[in-house]
């Protein structure tokens, strides 16, 4: 294909993030200085975006977005053909920046984004947007933030919850559309599971506090395996307790457990409780027992629309090794919904002003 319009701009946000790192950078940077204070303020808009998970976040954005991978990523598709379309961006809060990819999606394939944010996550993006302008001008009339009815699109990216996802195909289903709602991520131990994969799994856990449908909030493990050294090697994560929204989540699940009579474990800063759902609270690790990996994999091959991610190591095709959870590759789409395909692959259709 020809080489996307755009592509710099976005190694060049690439870059920003990475250099973000170095000691004198906020000091000689304007951009810098600015992300630096949009950082401070989207800690104070939302408690559970705390320096730490941004750092991450923005360490693993820098590290994705550069010209070889992006141009390797963009080379699957064709260019899309006809006008450019607008599409119609409806984004989540749960973990920072997790609307930037279907962001990104929708500008490197020709089209222009209407982005509708959520409430706990209005800073960061604008500011990302603002930096791509200022480094593609032509990216100025391509990305639109609105707090209103969303008008005059031809297709949609929504993302929420299972009863916003109703909503979602009720208002949005007459336009091609992509709606995602609750999914969750599960880690299946084995006897072989080694005390390194098992702090691997900690990132997987505790990384933006288990918000994320990446985050593993359910275990399956071998009957008899020691839970114990499970709680070891998630030990150095007891740092969470620094924070006084998940030891809110933490005492008030801790006291809902004991008031029923559940039975729990708990290591001081993590509660597992054995569950069949795979959704669990902030501070709870639900687990489940199994004989048969075989029968589990068939299990799970019936309910993947409940799941995300399957952490585990020589389980299934499909795994992800344990720690690398929260580190998708451009490539990794949610819901494995290929976002880049459904976009190239929009036909030209009469829009309607006033869905």
Same mark, same amino acid.
């Given at each position: 294909?020809?080489?996307?319009?755009?592509?710099?701009?976005?190694?060049?946000?690439?870059?920003?993030?990475?250099?973000?790192?170095?000691?004198?950078?906020?000091?000689?940077?304007?951009?810098?200085?600015?992300?630096?204070n949009c950082m401070s303020?989207?800690?104070?808009?939302?408690?559970?975006?705390?320096?730490?998970?941004?750092?991450?976040?923005?360490?693993?954005?820098?590290?994705?977005?550069?010209?070889?991978?992006?141009?390797?990523?963009?080379?699957?598709?064709?260019?899309?053909?006809?006008?450019?379309k607008t599409i119609a961006?409806?984004?989540?809060? !749960?973990?920072?920046? &997790?609307?930037? *990819? %279907?962001?990104?999606?929708?500008? #490197?394939? +020709?089209?222009?984004?209407?982005?509708?944010?959520?409430?706990?996550?209005?800073?960061?993006?604008?500011?990302?947007?603002?930096?791509?302008?200022?480094?593609?001008?032509?990216?100025?009339?391509?990305?639109?933030?609105?707090?209103?009815?969303?008008?005059?699109?031809?297709?949609?990216?929504?993302?929420?919850?299972?009863?916003?996802?109703?909503?979602?195909?009720?208002?949005?289903?007459?336009?091609?559309?992509?709606?995602?709602?609750?999914? !969750?991520?599960?880690? &299946?131990?084995? *006897? %072989?599971?080694?005390?390194?994969? #098992?702090? +691997?799994?900690?990132?997987?856990?505790?990384?933006?506090?288990?918000?994320?449908?990446?985050?593993?909030?359910?275990?399956?493990?071998?009957?008899?395996?020691?839970?114990?050294?499970?709680?070891?090697?998630?030990?150095?994560?007891?740092?969470?307790?620094?924070?006084?929204?998940y030891v809110n989540n933490?005492?008030?699940?801790?006291?809902?457990?004991?008031?029923?009579?559940?039975?729990?474990?708990?290591?001081?800063?993590?509660?597992?409780?054995?569950?069949?759902?795979?959704?669990?609270?902030?501070?709870?690790?639900?687990?489940?027992?199994?004989?048969?990996?075989?029968?589990?994999?068939?299990?799970?091959?019936?309910?993947?629309?409940?799941?995300?991610?399957?952490?585990?190591?020589?389980?299934?095709?499909?795994?992800?090794?344990?720690?690398?959870?929260?580190?998708?590759?451009?490539?990794?789409?949610?819901?494995?919904?290929?976002?880049?395909?459904?976009?190239?692959?929009?036909?030209?259709?009469?829009?309607?002003?006033?869905?």
């Amino acid at each position: 294909m020809a080489y996307p319009k755009h592509l710099q701009a976005f190694v060049k946000l690439g870059d920003l993030f990475a250099k973000f790192f170095e000691s004198d950078t906020t000091n000689s940077d304007i951009w810098a200085k600015k992300l630096e204070n949009c950082m401070s303020e989207a800690t104070i808009q939302n408690a559970w975006f705390t320096k730490e998970n941004l750092l991450y976040v923005l360490k693993s954005w820098g590290t994705l977005l550069n010209e070889k991978d992006l141009l390797d990523w963009q080379s699957q598709y064709p260019q899309t053909g006809g006008h450019t379309k607008t599409i119609a961006v409806v984004m989540a809060g !749960n973990i920072p920046l &997790v609307g930037f *990819h %279907d962001f990104l999606c929708v500008l #490197l394939s +020709g089209n222009r984004v209407l982005a509708k944010l959520s409430s706990n996550d209005t800073v960061l993006l604008p500011f990302i947007g603002e930096f791509l302008i200022a480094n593609d001008v032509d990216l100025k009339d391509k990305i639109e933030f609105t707090e209103g009815k969303m008008i005059g699109f031809d297709a949609v990216i929504a993302t929420g919850s299972n009863n916003t996802g109703r909503y979602f195909a009720y208002y949005f289903g007459q336009y091609p559309h992509i709606i995602r709602r609750n999914r !969750n991520s599960v880690a &299946v131990l084995t *006897h %072989d599971t080694t005390e390194t994969q #098992l702090q +691997g799994l900690g990132n997987d856990v505790f990384r933006y506090f288990g918000l994320g449908c990446r985050s593993v909030s359910k275990l399956f493990v071998p009957k008899g395996f020691p839970l114990d050294a499970l709680f070891n090697a998630l030990f150095p994560w007891k740092t969470v307790l620094e924070h006084h929204k998940y030891v809110n989540n933490y005492d008030y699940n801790k006291a809902v457990y004991l008031m029923s009579d559940s039975k729990i474990l708990d290591n001081g800063f993590l509660i597992l409780k054995e569950d069949s759902n795979y959704g669990s609270p902030i501070a709870t690790l639900f687990f489940e027992y199994y004989d048969d990996k075989e029968n589990l994999a068939k299990r799970l091959e019936a309910e993947a629309e409940a799941i995300q991610c399957i952490v585990s190591k020589g389980f299934m095709d499909s795994e992800i090794p344990f720690g690398q959870t929260q580190s998708p590759k451009l490539s990794d789409y949610a819901d494995g919904i290929d976002t880049m395909k459904f976009l190239c692959q929009l036909e030209d259709a009469p829009r309607e002003l006033n869905p």
